[in-house]
């Protein structure tokens, strides 16, 4: 079955400061990788997704970026933290084939102050 | 652009007494609707997928049923511990998009003693 890896649970950062999340899969090879954000009262806004190395789609226009530099590893990242960047980030990837759910991660709950 | 959106957004219940929650939905050919349980703090736990009118499916004390244009998720005889936040999520058709999901914002079911 599949794992999802994301670390670290929590981190409060200054405005202006650079961001790295990152998630790791194990169980399974080429996998679907998608970065939700969850911001209170919201649901899900899907940021990225990615269907290979280096091979990275865009969602929503904002002040984040990801990479895919290994076949299981989907990173998260910021030059510049704004204020509106805090919420609850997760990474999440397709489960088998047909009727896939995603399997999630645990989360990183992230506040810039 | 597919769309959910659920209700009510908060449900207070007695221990035992059975409620439903919805999930409507707007999306170009439905490849499937999936519904998820999300405990503070955490990643979303898949919890079923359906895919056409009139199908249905059951787990312990929860049923999910699916017609053209919405869901529900009945909760029978429900304990303290179904309290969590029901998310509701559509896969449409439309090719490309990595299979991406599109979620609602998610019922709040709190269940007292």
């Known amino acids: 079955s599949q794992t999802i890896h994301q670390w670290p649970a929590t981190l409060v950062q200054p405005v202006g400061s650079p961001l790295s999340l990152e998630c790791t899969v194990e169980g399974t090879s080429n996998p679907n990788l998608y970065w939700y954000r969850q911001a209170a009262g919201r649901g899900l806004q899907l940021l990225f997704y990615s269907v290979g190395i280096g091979q990275i789609s865009s969602e929503v226009p904002q002040n984040l970026s990801a990479s895919r530099p290994q076949d299981r590893q989907f990173i998260l990242s910021s030059k510049k933290l704004l204020l509106s960047d805090s919420g609850f980030y997760l990474c999440?990837?397709?489960?088998?084939?047909?009727?896939?759910?995603?399997?999630f991660g645990s989360g990183t709950r992230l506040t810039v102050v | 652009e597919d769309q959910v959106t659920q209700s009510p957004e908060a449900l207070r219940l007695q221990e035992g007494e059975s409620s439903s929650l919805n999930c409507s939905y707007t999306v170009s050919g439905l490849r499937g609707l999936f519904w998820y349980r999300q405990d503070p703090g955490k990643g979303p736990e898949f919890l079923f997928t359906l895919y056409s009118a009139g199908e249905e499916k059951e787990k312990e004390r929860l049923k999910a049923t699916l017609t053209k244009k919405e869901s529900f998720l009945h909760i029978t005889a429900p304990k303290p511990e179904d309290s969590a936040t029901y998310l509701c999520?559509?896969?449409?058709?439309?090719?490309?998009?990595?299979?991406?999901?599109?979620f609602g914002t998610g019922t709040q079911l709190k269940v007292e003693l």
């Open positions: 999440a990837t397709k489960t088998g084939t047909r009727g896939y759910g995603y399997t």
């Open positions: 999520a559509v896969q449409g058709g439309v090719t490309g998009g990595g299979n991406k999901l599109t």
